[in-house]
């Protein structure tokens, strides 16, 4: 996925969801704080999305716009209407998110989650992409190891998840050179 693409992604789930406002917060997330990533983290053909002001409507995304829908079928890829509650953020990531609007969106706004927030995340899920995802984040500049720990303190997670997790930013880190 690219960024204009994105923004295609916000105009029409808040066309559908009837919303002016959602949320973006899986891995295309990116794409609201780096515009340009590294091909490597746009890999993905779906925008995880929730409608901010009415979350009951996130069905009407997933139904209209969802994986093998036209809408999937005509862009070649798909907008994923999904809880927010359903992603493990760190407290306080809806003040951090990153806006995204404009021409490509008008008249909507997209509220990414900000690339720390995002990398969290990830990193509870844990799984081998996941963690693909973060390493390139953490190598290429575009996450601080210092903040991210700070996130994944602020995470809701039992204390062996958090310390698996503050160990695995840690030695990814050393191995990327600071």
């Known amino acids: 996925m690219n960024r204009e693409e994105l923004e295609h992604a916000i105009r029409a789930a808040c066309d559908v969801s009837e919303d002016s406002e959602i949320w973006v917060f899986g891995s295309q997330a990116i794409l609201g704080e780096h515009p340009d990533a590294p091909e490597e983290l ?66 909507s706004i997209g509220w990414c989650v900000e690339v720390h927030d995002l990398a969290a995340s990830k990193l509870v899920a844990f799984r081998p992409k996941d963690r693909r995802f973060v390493r390139v984040l953490i190598v290429e500049g575009l996450a601080s190891a210092d903040l991210l720990l700070e996130r994944i303190r602020a995470l809701a997670a039992e204390d062996d998840l958090s310390r698996r997790l503050i160990r695995w930013v840690e030695a990814t880190a050393e191995g990327a050179g600071g």
């Open 42 to 107: 746009r890999q993905s053909a779906e925008a995880d999305v929730a409608p901010k002001n009415f979350p009951e409507r996130v069905d009407r995304i997933d139904g209209a716009l969802g994986e093998l829908s036209q809408f999937h079928r005509t862009y070649g890829f798909y907008v994923h209407g999904i809880p927010v509650e359903s992603a493990t953020l760190p407290s306080g990531w809806q003040k951090r998110a990153i806006p995204v609007s404009g021409r490509g969106t008008a008249p």
